[in-house]
């Protein structure tokens, strides 16, 4: 036993030691009195009840971390102070001691839980504006204001921070009245349109809209409210809000409900109704992330978009942003940039937003011509408007975009000459699928080669998909992973796409025997293959297939022996032979 | 006392040994007495199994310093978990018990 012994030691409980390690580790434990102090504790905690959380969740380490500091804190108010005193005088001392050490320490500790749960008074703040935005004072409203008193939005749509946790999206024609002052409650009053706001749960924040009718309080949820010529109806999409009507008793409308403000009962939610919801709440979540200070917004970049003729509709990662002209704050990253006016040439393209920078665009939307190709040189005539920054950006984008295509025109060749050699057919290279951007399909001969296909690229298959995900277009996201997993087989997106096709029909899409076989399809090696294999445990308790479930455990428990999900996979395989 | 959270409600996990939970409490109780900076690295290692780099991430520090903290965090427990006979018994008999 020597001191190199013990570092080891210590090396091992700081990483996952393997069973050869872990029996040397026992060996020495046994021998080493503080070492052994140190594994007989681990071993302890290790099956000590831990706090519930949602797999698949995001959030779920952010909640985590949550949850054990809060218990934490609860606990060093309860900790034990004092220690059995050995003498009486001595256990005078230390009781006074101990005593005036407690008082001064709840004191702190309740002043600490009171400041630090209480929230900082504060004002929503605009994050979006687009089109007609007025303050109370009758000026448009711009991005990064702090309106106080009435918010009028007519043509156009707004979007605003309450500090970290709220997001709240503006319809068009709406009136709201927002607190005069910094308020610690966070909340606004709801004169006439309609808002959609998202309350993130892990928060724990209280939000309230007040409406004529009545009131609605929520924690963690999404929901819409309307008010329409003095009727207001409550419809919620994730969560549960509570409803105090001016007149009648508290109501708590669910998930999926729908609620008109003066009637006892509450109807079900049409699916699209909850779906646009949940779309309008994604979009506020993506345009600036929950968690991100609404006020240095540090991880987040503002773009201005203008187009002539303005009006035309701005997407951003194929969320809806609202008609030109339009403001926004936006995460940091690249992101896809729509912008489309009926009879007009649609843009596409790659913006890179910095963090903390700004970027304006302006689009000459030009007249569709027999020839196609009119949005590039309208796009070209910006880019000498552009500043130096902004022109990088775009030179940058062709060049990741020309290169894209490089690549898969490399293996579509490959692809074609091997399909012939097998087949001694002549390839049909003249593919196009019907969602095919205008913009991004330069029009070719039929005659030409597969090089100058318009077919899109795998890259470019795996962006729609994840764009239409985000968008909550479950079903059409699937068709164009379909679609990537047909044409490029054999492809790196091919293979993701196989994984996020099979957590997208299992999660979203309810078709777990499917989700069973895009798993499967995506095999043993690969570096999601511990998603894939997760996934096929999944999807098997979905099926209620139990005893292949449990194989598929056991397999994953060996194969993956550092994955997050071990412990849980191992506490249900407990649960499931206890079952047994 | 709850060990180090709250348990959840349909939990079954661990065994249904009365005497490992009563244990479990008493080590809660010498945890509850690291400072919050190294307990919450210690819970997320021993009771979560997460890795260092995990942690480093979750508590948005270095690696280095999660492994610092985890190594002073130990001894402190050790040192707490070590004046509760209970739990000096357990760890004394620990060699033994396997």
């Known amino acids: 036993m020597s001191a190199r012994d013990c570092d080891r030691t210590r090396e091992l409980l700081d990483g996952v030691p393997s069973t050869s390690e872990q029996q040397w580790l026992q060996a ?62 001595r256990a005078a001392r230390v009781v006074l001691w101990a005593m005036s050490a407690a008082a001064v320490l709840a004191v702190a500790a309740v002043m600490v839980t009171w400041l630090a749960r209480r929230p900082a008074p504060q004002r929503a703040q605009l994050y979006l504006a687009a089109g007609d935005v007025r303050a109370a004072d009758g000026t448009p409203a711009r991005v990064g204001d702090r309106p106080a008193g009435r918010l009028r939005v007519g043509r156009g749509q707004a979007a605003l921070a309450f500090g970290p946790a709220v997001r709240v999206q503006v319809a068009s024609d709406t009136q709201l009245e927002l607190p005069a002052a910094p308020s610690r409650e966070l909340s606004l009053r709801l004169l006439q349109g309609k808002i959609v706001a998202s309350v993130n749960p892990a928060r724990k924040v209280a939000f309230s809209v007040q409406t004529a009718a009545g009131r609605i309080e929520v924690s963690g949820t999404t929901f819409s409210v309307r008010a329409h010529d003095g009727q207001v109806t409550v419809s919620v999409a994730r969560g549960s809000v509570r409803v105090t009507p001016s007149r009648g008793d508290v109501t708590t409308v669910q998930r999926g409900q729908q609620l008109v ?320 | 006392m709850v060990v180090v959270a709250e348990p959840r409600d349909d939990d079954q996990s661990g065994d249904d040994d009365p005497a490992r939970r009563l244990l479990q409490r008493d080590v809660a109780r010498a945890l509850a007495q690291v400072p919050l900076q190294r307990r919450v690295p210690l819970v997320l290692k021993l009771v979560y199994q997460y890795s260092v780099a995990e942690i480093a991430e979750m508590t948005e520090t270095r690696e280095n310093t999660v492994r610092d903290r985890l190594q002073v965090g130990r001894r402190e427990l050790r040192k707490a978990a070590l004046r509760d006979p209970a739990l000096r018994s357990y760890v004394a008999s620990w060699g033994v018990e396997r």
Request: hydrophobic share 40%.
């Open chain 1, 28 to 89: 020495h434990a046994r021998q080493c009195e503080h070492c052994r102090a140190d594994v007989a504790l681990a071993a302890l905690l290790a099956d000590a009840p831990a706090p519930a959380f949602t797999e698949h969740d995001e959030l779920a380490d952010r909640r985590l971390l949550d949850a054990v500091l809060d218990t934490a804190r609860q606990q060093h108010d309860a900790a034990p102070l004092l220690q059995t005193p050995r003498s009486p005088r």
């Open chain 1, 261 to 580: 403000l003066g009637e006892k009962t509450s109807r079900p939610l049409l699916t699209a109704a909850r779906e646009a919801i949940e779309r309008a709440g994604s979009a506020i979540d993506a345009l600036a992330p929950a968690g991100s200070s609404a006020a240095g917004l540090s991880s987040v970049a503002r773009l201005f978009v203008h187009s002539t003729p303005s009006g035309a509709m701005v997407r951003l990662d194929g969320i809806e942003l609202g008609r030109t002209p339009v403001a926004v704050h936006a995460r940091a990253g690249t992101r896809l940039l729509e912008v489309r006016l009926d009879g007009r040439q649609p843009i596409r393209e790659h913006v890179v937003l910095r963090a903390g920078a700004r970027l304006e665009r302006d689009f000459e939307l030009a007249v569709p011509s027999a020839s196609s190709g009119a949005a590039a040189p309208a796009a070209s005539s910006v880019a000498s408007a552009q500043p130096p920054r902004a022109k990088h950006t775009r030179i940058a984008s062709r060049v990741r975009r020309a290169r894209a295509a490089r690549r898969a025109a490399r293996r579509a060749r490959a692809r074609h000459a091997s399909a012939r050699r097998a087949t001694h057919e002549p390839s049909n290279p003249s593919r196009v699928t019907p969602s095919q951007s205008p913009a991004a399909s330069p029009s070719q001969s039929p005659a030409a080669t597969p090089s100058q296909s318009p077919t899109p690229t795998a890259a470019e298959l795996l962006g729609r998909a994840r764009a239409l995900r985000t968008a909550r277009r479950f079903a059409d996201a699937a068709k164009v992973y379909r679609t990537l997993i047909r044409r490029f087989a054999s492809s790196r997106q091919a293979a993701s796409a196989r994984v996020s096709l099979g957590y997208l029909l299992l999660d979203q899409l309810h078709q777990p025997k499917k989700a069973l076989a895009a798993f499967h399809a995506y095999g043993r090696r690969g570096a999601l293959a511990q998603e894939a294999a997760y996934g096929e445990i999944l999807a098997l308790r979905a099926l209620g297939r139990s005893s292949a479930q449990i194989a598929a455990m056991r397999a994953f428990v060996k194969r993956f022996p550092k994955a997050l999900q071990r412990r849980r996979i191992e506490r249900e395989l407990r649960k499931l032979d206890k079952r047994r």
